[in-house]
């Protein structure tokens, strides 16, 4: 059975960083490209960042450019986001898909951790 | 980026079909790579995918479930409703703007 569990989320003050951590199982991780959204209260999806199968290749809307980073690690089936500099606006919920490449679609996602950033 | 648009809620009979729209635009639904898919969302739980490239439906997913596209906006018809599709459900389409995704605004579907 396919599964994603993201984890890591919390409150923190404006400005701080977070690190969110997405661990998967019941697939072969490393075919997969892996990507992270979120859905801030109240408000639509928003696509936030991806990673190529391999990690040489990442991308990441323009509201979290040069402050939020991807990585993963296949040897554990994991795929982090590092969150720095956060404002208010980043408060949301926050979800790990996986996408296979080649493809559009998310074809199966974790129930989300949620992030809040606040004073 | 421009969310797509859907209406806020839908709600129908059990044993009734509904239809629920997402309008977006040329550069994305209504461009030629036919690329929307759609998600059901139960309250505090993952989202589900249940079509994608506008018509196709994943293993497992009912065939109470349909999609199509017409223009710059693409359907999901549910067909005989079931209390268990009480749901948020959104779409979504690849977007040749900047080759990344944009997300419908989410309906609230009751039963």
């Known amino acids: 059975e396919v599964q994603l569990e993201e984890s890591g989320g919390g409150l923190v003050q404006p400005g701080g960083s977070l690190r969110l951590s997405c661990t998967a199982s019941?697939?072969?991780?490393?075919?997969?490209?892996m990507n992270w959204l979120r859905q801030a209260p109240g408000k639509g999806l928003e696509y936030v960042s991806y990673i190529r199968e391999n990690g040489e290749w990442e991308h990441h809307a323009d509201s979290v450019k040069g402050r939020f980073s991807i990585s993963r690690d296949n040897s554990k089936n994991t795929v982090d986001l590092q969150m720095n500099s956060l404002t208010v606006e980043d408060t949301a919920v926050y979800y790990c898909a996986r996408k296979r490449l080649g493809t559009t679609y998310f074809d199966y996602w974790g129930p989300g951790t949620l992030v809040t950033v606040s004073s | 980026q421009s969310a797509l648009t859907q209406p806020a809620s839908v709600s129908g009979s059990p044993g009734q079909s509904i239809t629920i729209s997402c309008t977006g635009t040329?550069?994305?639904?209504?461009?030629?790579?036919?690329?929307v898919s759609w998600y059901q969302q139960h309250p505090g739980k993952a989202p589900k995918l249940i079509i994608y490239?506008?018509?196709n439906r994943p293993s497992g997913i009912s065939n109470r479930f349909s999609g199509s596209k017409s223009g710059n906006t693409a359907s999901l018809t549910i067909s005989g409703l079931q209390a268990a599709d009480e749901a948020n459900y959104f779409c979504t389409s690849y977007t040749t703007t900047n080759f990344f995704y944009v997300f419908g605004t989410g309906t609230e579907v009751s039963v």
């Open positions: 019941g697939f072969t991780f490393s075919s997969y490209e």
């Open positions: 040329d550069t994305d639904i209504g461009s030629a790579y036919n690329r």
């Open positions: 490239d506008v018509t």
